[in-house]
């Protein structure tokens, strides 16, 4: 069975020995002043008992016996002895002390004793020489090893003491026959044993007590230590979280405020940090994270639990994790924006170090946002918000940067939040829209199908194109909701244009980059369809280049599923990423459509001329239905005609149109009018 003190070293074994002592000293200290607090009130009972039962034979021999002197050094010798160990029981550093002024007084006692009791034989009296004296001595005996309650090495050394003064009392000055000695030498060393086994054994069985609560004692810390740390440190990097550094800088924006200083708060932004947990899982992922606060941290120059560390030799900075890709910094007695900036100069540098993921560098970048106290803000709320606000610019800008808060970003920051809640309130206030543009046979400008553009009617702004809140959605969590207010939709529109017998025309529907990530798509989408009691040919489901690129191995095993219930696969916007014709090939699309990038200039002839032949060419080839988007003139179109590519979808035709538009489309089967 074994022990192990928070940070003691070795566990603590309990040896089945005569000296007991634990192998770890730490241990062995921890248990010394468990017994002393487990004894200590016990003990002073018994000096007070001491002084009480000396005070007792004294008035029995007083009164029975003799009325010497002898007697009376009970009260002038023993007693005091006695109540001047009490007295230092009440000291304030007793306890510290407690085992070895216990044994030096007990020793002390006996001598005592055996003075007085050779006083009294000298005098006539009941001493040494009868069985009173010799009851005293046993009485010390159980008094050091049983009744005092100092370790039994203690009490050993003090008693061996006190038998051997006994014996050689006996023997030397008592002048009792051998017989008579050897008696009263056999009772005392039979008390002695017996005694001394009692207390060897009450210290034992307290050990063992003392090793099983310890074990739950520490237990019981250790989660509470763990849980202590998990609510206020980040358990991948072991930086302080946010509440943590909440505390943490309010002390030091105190300061700052009273010596009217300065401080800086940034907000430091992993730059598209979720692409490295899709690529390589969390797990490396969290590596990752770990490496970049060790870098940060040593970036800032040295470090402590506390993730304090000094910047030019003034108050330590403080650097926690706010979040999965998040970090902040607070940068004390820092006034100007120079050294701010040189600051996140160098945690930019710390970060773009290629990191060594499955033996291949990863190269990262951050976006950095600085708040600067009192100018930007008062407090830390206040500054954390700005300096995040402005990391999210300096993302959008492009990233590997950092920037200063002003009042444009909060503007600029309010009307987003503002932005949020109005989309937030627009999906329930039935704002959202669906309009609908045509895909055509140039040939003819028959309708061919017809791809669902979703539009916000803002009831102040007016309509919206998805450019200007898409973005927002996909950040803020609300894309899902969005992404399933068009299916339903479009569902049904297909379901009451095919209840007026109009044409059934495969309409197209955009999906989201998270939608491949969800492997209940497939299910999703098929309960959808009969629900509405549509094909699911009728839906033609659109995923751009570099959504699907992300996780191929995911998006190909979510794609089979999807063209095996009968949905047709679109892969939008072909050119634009950074596809292979491998992973064309391995792509279970049954359409291509063509980036209008590609088509504004083919009708001059040149590169784009030649990359959208050969795209045709190339879909052709594989089987794809092939569709250019951005068509706006007669000659691109004509020219895209030529080269194998009839079906086209553009302002030539018609712009994205209402839904009561789009089905006086379906009624005359074209665009024209």
Known sequence: MAVTEAGAGPAAHLPLQ????????????????????????????????????????????????IHGPANLLRLTLAVPVLLLGLGFSLLPKARQHWQPVMASFIVTVALCLMLILLRIDQEGGAGLKSWVGVLNFTFLEFYCFVILGVQFRHALASGALIMAAFLYALGWHAGLLAQEAGYWSYHVLT??????????????????????????????????????????????????????????????????????????????????????????????????????????????????????????????????????????????????QERASAVAQRLLAAVAKPVAVDGQPLRLSASIGIAMFPGDATDLLHLSRCSEQTARVAAEAGGARHKFFDEALNARARKRVLLEAELREALQAGQLRLHYQPKVDARSAGLVGAEA???????????????????????????????????????????RWSDQGLPALPLSVNLPASSLADAGLPEQLEGLVRQYQLHP???????????????????????????????????????????????????????????????????????????????????????????????????QSQFLIGRGCPLQQGYLFSRPVPGADFERMLQSGTTRR
């Open 537 to 635: 040919a009728s839906l033609m489901l659109e995923l751009t280049e570099t959504m699907v690129l992300r996780d191929v191995a995911t998006a190909v095993g979510v794609l089979d599923r999807l063209r095996a219930l009968g949905f047709g696969l679109s892969l939008d916007d072909f050119g634009t990423g950074y596809s292979s014709l491998s992973h064309l090939k391995r792509l279970p699309m049954s359409e291509l459509k063509i980036d209008r990038a590609f088509i504004t200039d083919v009708a001059r002839g040149g590169r784009d001329a030649a990359l959208a032949a050969a795209i045709i060419t190339l879909g052709n080839e594989l089987g794809l239905q092939v569709v250019a988007e951005g068509v706006e003139t007669a000659e």
């Open 18 to 65: 005569l000296l007991l002592r634990f192998a770890d000293a730490a241990f062995e200290q921890r248990f010394i002043q468990h017994y002393v607090a487990f004894y200590f009130r016990y003990a002073q009972m018994s000096l007070l008992l001491g002084a009480l039962l000396i005070t007792g034979d004294y008035l029995v021999d007083r009164f029975a016996h």
């Open 453 to 495: 553009l979703l539009r916000w009617q803002h009831p102040e702004r007016g309509l919206l194109p998805p450019g200007d809140f898409i973005a927002l959605a996909e950040e803020s969590g609300l894309i899902t909701p969005l992404t399933d207010w068009v299916l339903h939709t479009a569902c049904q529109s297909l379901r």
């Open 191 to 336: 008390v002695f044993i017996l005694a001394a086994g009692i207390g060897w054994w009450r210290e034992y069985l307290l050990r063992k007590e003392f090793m099983a609560r310890s074990a739950l004692d520490d237990s019981l810390r250790a989660a509470e230590q763990r849980a202590l740390r998990l609510a206020h440190y980040d358990e991948v990097t072991g930086l302080p979280n946010r509440r943590l550094f909440a505390e943490l800088a309010a002390p030091a924006l105190e300061r700052a405020r009273h010596s009217a200083g300065g401080c800086a708060v940034l907000h430091v932004e992993i730059d598209r940090f979720g692409g490295v947990h899709e690529l390589y899982g969390h797990g490396q992922g969290e590596l990752v994270l770990a490496t970049i606060a060790r870098r940060l941290r040593a970036c800032l120059r040295g470090g402590s639990d506390l993730a304090a560390v000094p910047v030019m030799d003034q108050e330590p900075s403080l650097l926690a994790r706010l979040g999965d890709q998040a970090f902040a910094i607070l940068i004390p007695e820092l006034t100007g």
